[in-house]
């Protein structure tokens, strides 16, 4: 069943965040250790938990504290193609 609902770009990042939100409080660390750990203040990483807004930069550094940096790294990585002409531009590169 294909759905026909795409989610918003603020839908997403609040996903996001309250993953892991749910990630460190799991993992039983408090905002402020977080922040000390990441080197991202710890305004920034409240203001995320809430909203779902951080720079790429203090994000990929949240997610080095809380060791789950190579989800980071596979972003991406294996997005199929959707038409004959995506693989043929992609070879030619």
Do not use: C, H
């Amino acid at each position: 069943m294909i759905n026909l609902y795409q989610k918003t770009w603020e839908e997403i990042n609040t996903e996001i965040a309250n993953r892991m939100v749910q990630l460190r409080k799991r993992k039983k660390i408090s905002q402020k250790a977080l922040a000390a750990k990441s080197g991202v203040s710890l305004g920034s990483l409240k203001r995320f938990e809430q909203t779902g807004e951080i720079s790429l930069q203090s994000f990929t550094k949240l997610a080095i504290a809380l060791e789950v940096e190579g989800e980071l790294e596979s972003l991406f990585s294996e997005v199929p193609f959707d038409s004959i002409e995506e693989i043929i531009n992609g070879q030619s590169k």
